[in-house]
T-cell receptor
Framework: DTGVSQNPRHKITKRGQNVTFRCDPISEHNRLYWYRQTLGQGPEFLTYFQNEAQLEKSRLLSDRFSAERPKGSFSTLEIQRTEQGDSAMYLC?????????????FGQGTRLTVV | GDSVTQMEGPVTLSEEAFLTINCTYTATGYPSLFWYVQYPGEGLQLLLKATKADDKGSNKGFEATYRKETTSFHLEKGSVQVSDSAVYFCALSHPNTGNQFYFGTGTSLTVIP
């Protein structure tokens, strides 16, 4: 297993367009997290899944954001009607719920630039 | 709610200098504490962790001790190298809050030869 994989690595889009990112977690991990990181800041929690259930969403996740994990494996994060303020690094992480105090394993992120 | 406060940077040190990056947290009960490192152009990597009070996490010459009495998890290294130049993030997670991870703002470290 090669770790958490995110695609694409970079995305440039025009304001108002929709974008979708994909995350493939480590195969035996049932928890999957999405974070957003802006320049000079730490990652901010957006949402997380346990298996296919979305268990928590941050207030940062506006109505324009939607995340899915349909079969409890990969996940997608869609941003509709992008705004310049959405420009950030979007990070995905995973771990196993059976280990209560496990660290999260992060992907390399998708850098979104809205022009 | 749970939160992490981290020493602001940037920090610039000469090679072989002693490093301390301060981290304090706010949480109920006993969270798990982590240091992550982000090298230029790369993703977040776990550096070390501690899951209960008085535990010491260590890796690659870095150490941090979980201090419940001072709600702190300061990162230390006795002799830094140029290759340690990176951004360091303190983080916590707590089973009572769904195990989501709360991060500090990060401390940028540059080590000069």
């Amino acid at each position: 297993d090669t770790g958490v994989s995110q695609n694409p690595r970079h995305k440039i889009t025009k304001r108002g367009q929709n974008v979708t990112f994909r995350c493939d977690p480590i195969s035996e991990h049932n928890r999957l997290y999405w974070y957003r990181q802006t320049l000079g800041q730490g990652p901010e929690f957006l949402t997380y899944f346990q298996n296919e259930a979305q268990l928590e969403k941050s207030r940062l996740l506006s109505d324009r954001f939607s995340a899915e994990r349909p079969k409890g494996s990969f996940s997608t994060l869609e941003i509709q009607r992008t705004e310049q303020g959405d420009s950030a690094m979007y990070l995905c992480a995973s771990n196993w719920s059976g280990s209560l105090r496990s660290e999260a394993f992060f992907g390399q992120g998708t850098r979104l630039t809205v022009v | 709610g749970d939160s992490v406060t981290q020493m602001e940077g940037p920090v610039t040190l000469s090679e072989e200098a002693f490093l301390t990056i301060n981290c304090t947290y706010t949480a109920t009960g006993y969270p798990s504490l982590f240091w992550y490192v982000q090298y230029p152009g790369e993703g977040l990597q776990l550096l070390l962790k501690a899951t209960k009070a008085d535990d010491k996490g260590s890796n690659k010459g870095f150490e941090a001790t979980y201090r419940k009495e001072t709600t702190s998890f300061h990162l230390e290294k006795g002799s830094v190298q140029v290759s340690d130049s990176a951004v360091y993030f303190c983080a916590l997670s707590h089973p009572n809050t769904g195990n989501q991870f709360y991060f500090g703002t990060g401390t940028s470290l540059t080590v000069i030869p």
